[in-house]
């Protein structure tokens, strides 16, 4: 069952925050394959802000996975109520996110986050965190590595090397284009990182980053700038 409910007493402040954090990720699910890459629907989620007015636009964007085309899209707006954190975006990001995803009348299937799921200095990212709420199959697929380190993956599309927080790998660099900077996959929830990577690269024909949440990006950035125009 898919649940787009925001928890009550949402924290609004660091202490509170790195508690639920502690708690939620003892709820990650790590040893679950995850549906086959290019069956069923595949939804990418972005969050864009206006950090002058205190606002943050959410976007989903649910794709055939097998075809790539656009099956259904879904906007929310709302005020940022969590201040920046390091470690803790999630909390300024999941009530729009929620609330968008609570739009969809489509089954969103596997969820493609802009950011980061177990790859994360308490191991409880963007990804990871959506899904133990939700319940859906998640993963991270970000443009940097953060502050894990890795060597740099053979210059062929589809090559890869471990993301690494010491000795333990949190993620993988992955090669979506041929001599191209990697993208950084990682498990968040109810999928392996195998499987992550294989569907990051089912979403990746044309550009470096998957189209699930190149469009998100896009339709993000259109809902805040619709946003901000109609308060002035």
Known sequence: ????????DW????????????????????????????????????????????IVAAAVV?????????????TAVGTVAFPYVPGLLAFREIPAVL????????????????GYGIAHPRRFGLASHLGVLTGLATLGVAKNPFTFSYEAPAAGRGSAAPLLDGSEEVGRALRTREGVKPVFVSAGHRVSLSNACAHVLRLTPRYRLPESTRRADALCRAALREATAAGG
């Open 99 to 114: 609330a968008a995803l609570a739009g969809l009348r489509a089954d969103p299937g596997l969820v493609v986050c802009d």
């Open 11 to 54: 924290p609004t402040d660091e202490r509170t925050a790195r508690a639920v954090q502690d708690e939620l990720r003892t709820r990650v699910v790590l040893d679950e394959e995850g549906p086959p890459p290019g069956t069923g629907h595949v939804t990418g989620v972005d969050v864009a802000y206006d950090d002058e007015r205190d």
């Open 1 to 8: 069952m898919i649940s787009c409910i925001l928890p009550p």
């Open 62 to 74: 649910v794709l055939d996975a097998a075809t790539l085309d656009v099956v259904e899209e879904s």
